[in-house]
């Protein structure tokens, strides 16, 4: 256990000194200040464990140091040391947040003794916050296994294997780790809540609240008492007291969607939050703490909003902690076949409609449409389908005229007209991104490799397609943990880690 570090800070150069040595000696690290400017430089430059203060201390006064050093550095011992302590003077030094009141001359044995309590209580919080850093560690640990064994997995919810979604579920895994503010990006209806419900109830924050407000449906004054809440009477209409947003989500999330519609005022407001964690009610005094993780939500190019002079920089920063964008779902169309078989058999059983699956043709529609909607589209067009269709088996025809309208004009990348050629083509941009490695190549597909090679002779790419000249493979046992799918392209319900 180290000595502790301790700043003798008197005018009176004798007694400095004389304290100085008499800590030094003892195993203790001392340095001394002549007046209060150097005494806070040097709580600026080095963190103390304790500081001798005298009460009286030029260029103002002790009792107003103290006050310093305790805004300063919250967590230093300050004790306050008088020639002649008067009732008046330590109770001043006591509400200034002082440790102890000593009077002068303090002497050796005491000044000793206090440095060691100073540093055994150091000591002690050290331990405590290990204590506390191993618990959350293992808490973590905790939660990470059961995501592992599928037990209460938020992740479950995200559906999807294609390369998008799988760098999204791996960005939200290590984001829900933290405490930080997070800004979710994308275009209308990628799911933007559904990831900041995720991000939520995979953190440590998960048994607390999650309180949503959308920022673009109230009005500017409406807005502040949503967020923050009002005190009765403070404008008309106030007949009670009501608790914002802010308060609500205490302990837990606040998810803000629409970020980037939130007008200059509350812009403002909203940045202070984010700055000191503390707010008032409309029409109130007291100051309360936002005891919140902030989850932000928009579709909007915030930072041509910022050129544009209708959102403020230092608020787009302080929001921008951890940015996460959420790919539109033309970006990831291998996922379309199994999000709309999910849609289609929870729309099933939620309307009590028996349904089968999607014919190719339905499906070469949907994978061509450019689906400017989004997820949220996809699954409005599967319940329309269901309510409107009797059959088990969703034809094209049954689809939307509209989405074949759009679908018959509209080709993804110039993708062939049936499943199987578009799986071809698909084996053929895996082999070229991985120059013929088919191992890889099987890994990028989500397939085993021996599925792979049953595919290449199956479309006749064993010999005349890139990845002929693939060096001998070793090893090949090694892949038999590799998840195998009937179609390359095809997706399960969910992301299997």
Request: net charge negative; proline share 4%.
């Amino acid at each position: 256990m180290g000595g502790a570090r301790v700043l003798v800070a008197d005018d009176d150069l004798g007694i400095r000194e004389a304290y100085v040595d008499i800590l030094r000696h003892g195993g203790h690290e001392p340095d001394g200040a002549a007046d209060g400017d150097e005494t806070l430089a040097r709580i600026r430059q080095r963190n103390y464990d304790l500081v001798l203060l005298d009460i009286v201390f030029p260029p103002t006064d002790g009792i107003a140091i103290l006050r310093e050093i305790k805004r300063i550095t919250p967590s230093t011992l300050v004790v306050i040391i008088s020639g002649h302590a008067e009732v008046g003077s330590v109770l001043a030094a006591f509400r200034g947040g002082a440790f102890d009141v000593l009077e002068k001359p303090v002497a050796r044995e005491r000044l000793l003794e206090m440095a060691e309590r100073v540093t055994t209580i150091r000591t002690m919080g050290e331990q405590r916050r290990r204590m506390a850093e191993e618990l959350a560690s293992e808490r973590m640990q905790v939660i990470e296994l059961k995501n592992r064994l599928g037990v209460d997995d938020p992740f479950r919810k995200l559906l999807g294997s294609s390369l998008p979604v799988q760098g999204l579920i791996d960005t939200i895994r290590e984001v829900a780790r933290t405490d930080s503010t997070v800004l979710l990006t994308g275009e209308s209806g990628t799911g933007k809540g559904l990831v900041a419900r995720t991000i939520h109830e995979a953190s440590a924050r998960r048994r607390g609240p999650f309180v949503e407000a959308n920022c673009v449906v109230y009005s500017e004054g409406v807005l502040h008492s949503e967020l923050f809440g009002h005190e009765r009477g403070a404008f008309t209409g106030a007949a009670r007291t009501k608790r914002g947003r802010f308060e609500l989500a205490r302990g837990g999330t606040l998810f803000l969607d629409e970020i980037g519609e939130i007008p200059a005022a509350t812009q403002l407001m909203l940045l202070r939050v984010l700055q000191d964690r503390t707010f008032e009610r409309v029409g109130g005094e007291e100051t309360l703490d936002a005891d919140v993780r902030l989850i932000a939500a928009t579709n909007r190019d915030l930072q041509r909003a910022i050129a544009e002079g209708d959102f403020r920089s230092d608020l787009y920063y302080r929001l921008n902690v951890i940015p996460v964008h959420l790919p539109p779902l033309r970006e990831h169309a291998e996922d379309i076949p199994s999000l709309a078989q999910h849609f289609l058999e929870r729309c099933g059983q939620r309307l009590e409609r028996r349904v089968g699956h999607f014919s190719d043709e339905a499906l070469e529609a949907m994978l061509r449409y450019p689906w400017p909607g989004n997820v949220r589209e996809l699954e409005n067009v599967v319940e329309r389908v269901v309510v409107m269709n009797r059959g088990e088996v969703v034809h094209g025809r049954d689809l939307p005229p509209a989405l074949r309208e759009a679908a018959s004009r509209v080709r993804l990348r110039g993708a062939p007209g049936t499943l199987q050629e578009m799986e071809r083509l698909r084996i053929v941009d895996a082999l070229e991104e991985t120059g013929g490695n088919k191992k890889l190549a099987a890994r990028k597909l989500g397939i085993h490799r021996s599925t792979l090679y049953a595919k290449l002779r199956r479309y006749g790419l064993d010999d005349d397609e890139p990845g002929r000249s693939e060096p001998a493979l070793a090893g090949r046992g090694s892949d038999h943990d590799e998840s195998e799918f009937a179609t390359v392209g095809a997706s399960p319900t969910t992301l299997r880690r």
